[in-house]
Each structure stands twice: as C-alpha cells, then as structure tokens.
C-alpha cells in the first residue's frame, strides 16, 4: 500500500521557521511525474503551496510563500522536504505531502490541488 508520512509540523513564533519532510512507503517519489506540498486552514480551502515537477525538473511555488518557501527532495532518502522561513500567522493551517504520477501541467496542478495521493497532514500554527 502506498503511502506518504509527513512530520515536522509544530507551533511557531511569527518570523520562525520550520522544516516539514515527508517520507514515501512503498512510494518512490522520484518515479512520480508530479509531487508537492498543499495546506489548508479551517474553514478555508485547500491551497496548493509548491510543486516539484519531476519529468521536467522544475518548481512552482504560490505567490504566497514566494521567496520564503523551499520545496526539495531528496532521492536516497526518498523524501520530500518544505523549508519555511519567515513564517506568518496567516501559514497557519494543515500541511500535505500529495504525489501524482502524470507531470504537475505547469502550475496547474499546483492550482487545481489534484493529486492521487496525499499524506494525513502535519499541523503548523505560527503566533504573532
């Protein structure tokens, strides 16, 4: 059964940052054409926040977390990796690993938040 584990969520001050991973079982992430990170907050809906596309090697990212975000992954471990810095308390929400196997269609995947595959979340909550 494939599945995708994230951890590092937490409680952070504004300005803070966090480091979310996620582990592929038996999912290898470098044979999917698409993998990313999406959040959503209560009451709110889901948001996409980047993408890796693996058949073309490129990242998208929200306009949102721009300049403050960093997707990776890393294939001997089979992980994928969200750098967060300068967190806000608007970051606040329910973080997702999410995978698909066709290519992310450039940022459409990342707006449309479809993906076959998808962890249970890890929690992230900034203060002010």
């Known amino acids: 059964q494939k599945q995708l584990v994230e951890s590092g969520g937490g409680s952070v001050q504004a300005g803070g940052s966090l480091t979310l991973s996620c582990v592929g079982s038996n999912y290898k992430f470098k044979e999917s054409g698409c993998v990313g990170w999406f959040r959503q907050a209560p009451g709110k809906a889901r948001e996409g926040v980047a993408t890796?596309?693996?058949?073309?090697?490129?990242?998208a990212y929200a306009d949102f977390v721009r300049g403050r975000f960093t997707i990776s992954k890393d294939n001997d471990k089979n992980t994928l990796n969200l750098q967060m810095n300068s967190l806000e308390p608007e970051d606040s929400a329910m973080y997702y690993c999410?995978?698909?196997?066709?290519?992310?269609?450039?940022?459409?995947?990342?707006?449309?938040?479809?993906?076959?595959?998808r962890g249970q979340g890890t929690q992230v909550t900034v203060s002010s």
């Open positions: 890796i596309d693996i058949y073309h090697g490129t990242s």
């Open positions: 999410a995978a698909d196997v066709a290519s992310c269609g450039g940022d459409w995947r990342l707006k449309s938040v479809a993906f076959t595959y």
